[in-house]
């Protein structure tokens, strides 16, 4: 089955600075890569997708890059804010009907 | 509802005793997902339902553990003689459909077995 590795383990950024968070899955047929964040003891909220036939998408601060044949994906923070402190999972799954598999979260910290 | 509900928010149970814990999703969403959380862990799925038939149970850890959907809404995840090591934050999500994968999570079940 799919098997998703995230690094780092946590993060502690200056408020300001840029956050980076990397997944690697293994299944080449994952064709769908949601972030979620959740805050503690809070349900996981998505914050941002990217399906296989794209490498880059953006939302304000946040953007994720998707590099199919290396079969990584990273999540990158720009501007960051203490309200961007939580904890944040990467997921993969191989499209429609199909679970989402989770990496092991990345708890972010950021500093005012 | 506006969201997923999950009932109860929190239990405590003794090892060897049954537990029942609800979902009832988003209306008009098909496609209904169990996950469990341990802590510092990433969700682990569990079981997936399309309408009321589970299409994908692969993830149920061994056959203490059940779960219905009779009517194609509301869930139940059913787990018999609890062990220690059930204890975990149950997730459950919703979406609109099996071709949808953006699921909508509810806040979750924290189950603690003594």
């Known amino acids: 089955g799919e098997n998703v590795e995230q690094h780092p383990s946590t993060l502690s950024v200056q408020e300001g600075d840029s956050a980076v968070i990397k997944c690697t899955y293994s299944?080449?047929?994952?064709?769908?890569f949601p972030w979620y964040k959740q805050e503690l003891g809070k349900r996981p909220q998505l914050i941002i997708d990217i399906r296989s036939n794209v490498g880059e998408k953006k939302d304000q601060r946040i953007a994720v890059t998707l590099n199919k044949t290396a079969k990584h994906f990273s999540l990158h923070i720009t501007e960051t804010q203490p309200e961007d402190s939580a904890v944040y999972f990467c997921a993969a799954s191989k499209g429609a009907g199909n679970m989402l598999t989770f990496g092991g979260g990345t708890r972010l910290m950021v500093k005012p | 509802g506006a969201g997923v509900s999950q009932t109860p928010s929190n239990k405590v149970t003794e090892k060897g005793k049954y537990v029942e814990l609800r979902c009832d999703p988003i209306s008009g969403h098909t496609a209904l997902y169990w996950y469990r959380q341990s802590l510092g862990q990433g969700p682990e799925f569990l079981i997936y339902?399309?309408?009321?038939?589970?299409?994908?149970d692969s993830g149920l850890p061994n056959d203490r553990f059940f779960a219905v959907r009779p009517e194609g809404s509301v869930s139940t995840l059913k787990i018999q003689r609890t062990e220690r090591g059930d204890s975990a934050v149950y997730l459950c999500a919703s979406s609109y459909s099996s071709g949808a994968n953006v699921l909508t999570f509810g806040a979750g079940s924290r189950l603690t077995v003594l």
């Open positions: 299944d080449s047929a994952s064709n769908y």
């Open positions: 339902f399309q309408g009321t038939g589970a299409a994908d």
